[in-house]
Each structure stands twice: as C-alpha cells, then as structure tokens.
C-alpha cells in the first residue's frame, strides 16, 4: 500500500462525473456532517468479505452480486428489501445446493445511489436540464428544480443506507435467512411460474435432507450456518466527495477503509488507471472490483491490476466483465491470458446485464433474457477453456413482479414492458427471470 496515499488525494487528479454542486458552502458544511456520522460499516467485515472473495479466486466459491440498477428514495419501504432479499437468498439456495459450491452473497444495494450519465444535460420536453445521476445528487423528475444536484442528498443517501443495513442485518442473522424457511422466500407472483414451480421442488428436497439429518440426531438448532448467512454490501464509488467522507483509519491496522460498503467498484467509465476514481479505490483496504467493457486491451486491464492490487492479493480485486452477448470468445481470452501472465490473483465475474441493453419499438430501455444468458454461457466457456474460474455474476434484478426485461421461461413480451415498468435507471430482471437465471447458472457451475 502506497503510503502517501492519503483520502482526498483524488481532488489533484481529473474526476470524471462529479456533479456540479450549486453551492459550495452547503456542500462543505454536508461533507463535514457527514465525516463525523458513524461508519456504516467495520473494517473488521470488510477483511471478512475479502477473505472470502479469496476463496472464489481460488475456485472453491461463486459470487453471486445482485441488486438494483439505482436504489430510489421514493420507492424504499421495507417490504422491497424484503422481496430483493428474498430473490437473492433463492438465486443463492439454487446454487449453492444445485450446485454444490459456497456462494458469496454481495448486494448491489445499502449505497447504490449514483449514476454515471454519457453526458451532462439533455433535452426532456423541450428543455435542456442536468441529466438524472442518481438519488444521491438529484431527482429523475425532469424539471430544473429537480435535476439541479443538492449535496443535502448525500445526507438522505446515508441514513437510508443505514436503515437498510440494518433491516438487512436484521432479516440475515435474527431467523428470517433460516434454511428451514427456504419455502417462504418463494414469492405468491413467482410460485406459478416455471421457474418458481422448479425453485419449490428443490426447496422440498432441502426440507428432506434436513428431516433426514434430524431424524439422525443431529441437532439442527444449534447450527448457526443453516440458519443464518453473510451478506455483503457494494456499489460504485461514484460520487468521490461522498466516498472520500466515509472513508475511516481503522483503529486495529491503521489502514483506510470506505466505510460506506464493504465493497465499492469503480465503473467502465471512471477506470483509467491515471484518473481519481482508481486514485481513490487504490489506497482503500476494502476489497474492490472495476468494470470492464469491450473496449478495455488486455494492457489497459493489467494496468488497472497493478495500480488496484500491487501486492497480487487474492480477493482484493474482482473484475467484472460486460462485453455484450457473442463478443466474450473474441476479447475474453486475451484478458485472462494477461491478468494470469502478471500474476494477479483476481475474481472473474460477468456482467451480462449492461452490454445487452437495447431500446425496444415502444422506446424503453431494455434487455432480453436470451441475451443475458447467452453472455454467462460464454463468459463460462471461455473461462474454462483458458483453465480461469469462472468465479461470478453481477445482476440487476428486483424481488418486484416488473415488466422490464423480455423473455424468461414465464414470458415477458414486447407489448407487455408498459405494463410494469418502473425503474429509475436500467431495466431489471424480476423475480421469475432471476431464479430461472440462477438454475441455467447452476447447470453451467455443474458443468453441463
Ligand atoms: N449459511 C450457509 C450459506 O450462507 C447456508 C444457508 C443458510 C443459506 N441460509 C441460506 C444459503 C440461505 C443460501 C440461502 O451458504
Ligand atoms: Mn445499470
């Protein structure tokens, strides 16, 4: 670790997509309060998290990253994280009993509050105005009053990360993630469907096994690993003033931690080794993870290794592919090859959401499911055949029975994305759509 690192090193270097805060003085006095707000999280876990993503990039783990495109402040109510979480502990039960591997559960969620946007303002109804960045800087309600960023925002992104933390705390270890509730996780909407009439199948089998290892006398109530789990927290570390006030010394190591998440990536967008976004990530101790898009060379990503893990430290750095359905076996291999050839020990994951987004006839955003999976199956195969773990999936998915991405086993159809389509930012995979995803994935980790 570079010792002259220091947290606000950043500000020297060029930062791309920082929105321009009308008032300098609220923003300051906004910063201040919130170096002085408790971590949301301790650095302690965050050494966890790495421990365990140094598992995957061992091939003894999945990660299985999932959660909103963009958190809302209007749309967060207990109930949606309860169904989010729901949708991630089935995905989880299907792969981790269909296939026999640990899965590292990490949220996009607790912090996913920003944005990046391809350009600063744009024409809405006839008027220019800032483009929408997420809750933490402005409104999606396109006026100029609400599109102009208010740093108090950062504020209300704070305290709703907190509450969800601490819901999510709550609901992971006080009963609710309990293996003998794993029925209950099957929403009434998702119950009907192909893949949620598959998801209680498997269900009913773990109800067996844990009949059968009662019936042998071993006491299951004692065994906290059936009934509780760890969930991690992430989301891109965007908004580097934000960041750079969560940012804490741990007091056992004296190392630097982003306290806002356990782990924070940096996007295709703000990668670039010489830039404040990997300024930033690369003197955390948290682990971290960058996106990688189409146009990244194989020099470009082992520049990008050696300015976010100089020490080649398992689990430190995930990188997450997002190439676009049919373009894995064409970029993928050259980029294994040279991350394996400088000896960083990373995570693979895949991304299959963001290089599949297209605008349907009706004008909506989205994304169909043969494409998403098209992407994982060949993120997997080339792994394999370049002898690399094909250690995870990122995500975008909501445990709401939306309409927003096409196909599925329980078909969702071009005429059919106006009926419930209401995200902030990208379209999700809804409950169904993420289940049957994590049973093709299960087979993939099998091996078939
Ligand atoms: N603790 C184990 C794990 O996290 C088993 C487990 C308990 C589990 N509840 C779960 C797995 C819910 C997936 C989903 O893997
Ligand atoms: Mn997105």
Same mark, same amino acid.
């Given at each position: 670790m570079d010792r002259s690192w220091t947290p606000s090193r950043w500000r020297d270097l060029p930062a791309e997509q920082q929105p321009e805060w009308p008032d300098p003085h609220v923003l300051d006095q906004t910063l201040k309060s919130l170096s002085a707000l408790p971590p949301l999280v301790f650095a302690g876990e965050?050494?966890?998290?790495?421990?365990?993503?140094?598992?995957?990039?061992?091939?003894?783990?999945?990660?299985?990253?999932?959660?909103?495109?963009?958190?809302?402040?209007?749309?967060?109510?207990?109930?949606?994280i309860r169904d989010k979480l729901k949708v991630i502990l089935q995905m989880a039960v299907v792969?981790?009993?269909? #296939?026999?591997?640990?899965?590292?559960?990490?949220?996009?969620?607790?912090?996913?509050? #920003?944005k990046p946007r391809s350009s600063?303002?744009?024409?809405?109804?006839?008027?220019?105005?800032?483009?929408?960045?997420? $809750?933490?800087?402005?409104?999606?309600?396109?006026?100029?009053?609400?599109?102009?960023?208010?740093?108090?925002?950062?504020?209300?992104?704070?305290?709703?990360? *907190?509450s969800t933390l601490n819901l999510l705390r709550a609901f992971t270890k006080g009963g609710f993630a309990d293996l003998s509730q794993v029925h209950t996780w099957n929403?009434?909407?998702? *119950?009907?469907?192909?893949?949620?009439? $598959?998801?209680?199948?498997?269900a009913a089998e773990i109800d067996r096994a844990l009949r059968f290892?009662?019936?042998?006398?071993?006491?299951?109530?004692?065994?906290?690993?059936?009934?509780?789990?760890?969930?991690?927290?992430?989301?891109?570390?965007?908004?580097?003033?934000?960041?750079? #006030?969560?940012?804490?010394?741990?007091?056992?190591?004296?190392?630097?931690?982003?306290?806002s998440a356990h782990l924070v990536w940096v996007g295709e967008r703000t990668r670039h080794p010489g830039g404040a976004h990997v300024d930033f990530l690369s003197g955390l101790s948290n682990p971290v993870a960058a996106k990688i898009g189409p146009d990244a060379t194989p020099a470009d990503v082992v520049g990008l290794c050696a300015a976010l893990d100089p020490d080649r430290t398992p689990g430190r750095l995930t990188l997450i592919t997002r190439l676009g359905a049919g373009r894995a076996p064409a970029i993928l291999p050259g980029l294994? #090859?040279?991350?394996?050839?400088a000896g960083h020990p990373v995570v693979w994951a895949c991304d299959p959401m963001h290089g599949n987004t297209f605008t349907?006839?009706?004008?909506?955003k989205t994304r169909h499911f043969d494409h998403v999976l098209a992407e994982i199956r060949e993120f997997f195969a080339v792994c394999r055949a370049a002898g690399a773990w094909p250690g995870g999936v990122h995500v975008e998915l909501t445990g709401d029975n939306v309409t927003e991405?096409?196909?599925?086993?329980?078909?969702?159809?071009?005429?059919?994305?106006?009926?419930?389509?209401?995200t902030t930012c990208d379209p999700r995979l809804n409950a169904s759509q993420s289940l049957d995803l994590a049973f093709h994935v299960a087979d993939l980790l099998r091996g078939h």
């Open positions: 965050a050494r966890s998290l790495q421990r365990a993503l140094a598992e995957v990039a061992a091939g003894e783990a999945f990660l299985l990253q999932a959660g909103d495109c963009a958190e809302s402040f209007h749309d967060f109510t207990a109930d949606s792969l981790t009993y269909g #296939a026999g591997v640990p899965v590292v559960k990490l949220g996009r969620i607790a912090g996913q509050f #920003a600063a303002t744009e024409f809405v109804d006839g008027q220019w105005l800032p483009s929408f960045r997420g $809750h933490v800087v402005n409104d999606d309600e396109p006026t100029l009053a609400g599109r102009t960023p208010d740093p108090t925002r950062m504020l209300t992104a704070y305290h709703q990360s *907190a929403q009434q909407f998702v *119950a009907g469907s192909p893949g949620g009439q $598959h998801y209680d199948a498997l290892m009662r019936a042998c006398g071993i006491n299951l109530g004692g065994e906290a690993s059936l009934q509780q789990v760890d969930f991690w927290t992430s989301h891109e570390g965007l908004i580097l003033s934000y960041e750079e #006030a969560m940012t804490r010394r741990d007091s056992l190591t004296g190392d630097w931690y982003d306290t294994l #090859a040279a991350v394996r050839d349907g006839q009706g004008g909506r991405c096409l196909g599925g086993a329980d078909e969702v159809l071009e005429n059919q994305l106006e009926l419930r389509y209401t």
